[in-house]
C-alpha cells in the first residue's frame, strides 16, 4: 500500500481483469501470462492514466528477450497523448526511447526473461538510466 498525502491508496493488478487503483481510476489490464512487474505502489500511483494506460500497452508489445517494444499511432491527437505519457514514464525511468517508435522498458521495473536480464540491463544503462 503506497500513501499521497493523508490518502492511503492501493494498487491491485489482476491479469486478465484490470489495473484497480482504490482511488477510483482504473486501467484495463490484457491477458498475459509470464510477465513480472516489479513497482513501488507510489511510483505507479503518480503516473497519469494516460501513462499506465502507454505502460501496459508497451508491456503487451515487448519483446521479452529484449524489453523492446514497438508502438506506432496515427492519429495526431493519440500522437500527442502517447508523446506525454512517454515523457512522464522516462521521467520515472520506467521506459526509454531508443529508436523512433520503439521503446526500452527498464528490465528492472518490467522483468524480462532471467537470461537476458544483464544484457537489458547494460543497454538500459546506456541510456543513462
Given amino acids: 500500500?503506497?500513501?499521497i498525502g493523508q490518502d492511503q491508496n492501493e494498487v491491485k493488478i489482476i491479469p486478465g481483469s484490470g489495473v484497480y487503483v482504490t482511488t477510483g481510476d482504473y486501467v484495463k489490464l490484457p491477458y498475459f501470462t509470464g510477465i513480472g512487474m516489479k513497482f513501488e505502489n507510489i511510483i505507479f500511483l503518480k503516473?497519469?492514466?494516460a501513462a499506465r494506460e502507454l505502460l501496459l500497452i508497451l508491456i503487451q508489445k515487448?519483446?521479452?528477450d529484449t524489453?523492446?517494444?514497438f508502438y506506432v499511432t496515427r492519429k495526431p491527437s493519440a500522437k500527442?497523448?502517447?508523446s506525454r505519457a512517454y515523457k512522464e514514464l522516462n521521467r520515472h525511468n520506467i521506459a526509454v526511447r531508443v529508436k523512433k517508435q520503439t521503446y526500452l522498458l527498464n528490465p528492472t521495473a518490467i522483468i524480462p526473461r532471467k537470461n537476458y536480464f544483464d544484457k537489458i540491463k547494460k543497454e538500459w544503462?546506456?541510456?543513462g538510466k
Wanted: hydrophobic letters at 35%; zero cysteines.
Fill in 62 to 64: 515487448r519483446d521479452i
Fill in 80 to 82: 500527442s497523448k502517447a
Fill in 47 to 49: 503516473l497519469s492514466k
Fill in 125 to 127: 544503462l546506456k541510456y
Fill in 1 to 3: 500500500m503506497g500513501s
Fill in 67 to 69: 524489453n523492446e517494444a
